[in-house]
């Protein structure tokens, strides 16, 4: 009896260090989950729309204590666009990190997004965080991240962040 219930606890440690904390979803680019602790999320894993506009779409989105998340691309980015999508809150207790020069970030999940006290943000342009739906763009664009079928990408910037109810915290 003893001995199955050390090898159950290990298969469940095993499983909870073997499972990615950040896995895009497929819907702006492929479906991967990313290598802790150094998760490197390019261009190419996300949609570029113009020049100008990176999205980036993920099923998760944590990023542990002494682990990094660095979002890289061309130097014509304006903007890179995150959403989660997976019907979990985020964790960042890690290292946040923008590397396109002077590109704003953005990251929204409507079911929550907590920092803690580890969290560090290296952003070269301005940061925004929300629990909105999804995101406005000009030009009747939208990057919906509880309804990610509603969305149309465009090249105009955000214009605001979108709430689906009065009461988000009620869904």
Do not use: C, W
């Amino acid at each position: 009896m003893f001995k199955r219930q050390v090898i159950s606890l290990f298969l469940i440690i095993i499983s909870f260090h073997a499972y990615a904390e950040i896995i895009t979803d497929g819907t702006v680019g492929n479906r991967v989950n990313l290598q802790a602790p150094d998760y490197q999320i390019t261009q190419d894993l996300g949609t570029t729309v113009g020049s100008n506009l990176l999205f980036h779409s993920f099923e998760q989105f944590n990023i542990h204590a002494g682990e990094m998340a660095t979002f890289s691309g061309s130097a014509n980015i304006q903007a890179v666009i995150s959403r989660v999508t997976g019907g979990n809150p985020s964790t960042i207790n890690g290292t946040l990190r923008n590397m396109i020069p002077n590109a704003d970030t953005y990251l929204i999940n409507p079911y929550g997004i907590l920092f803690g006290p580890d969290s560090k943000l290296d952003v070269q342009g301005s940061f925004h965080v929300s629990t909105a739906d999804y995101l406005s763009l000009e030009d009747n664009g939208r990057f919906d991240a509880r309804n990610p079928s509603n969305t149309i990408l465009t090249v105009a910037p955000v214009a605001s962040f979108g709430f689906l109810t009065d009461s988000p915290l009620q869904q």
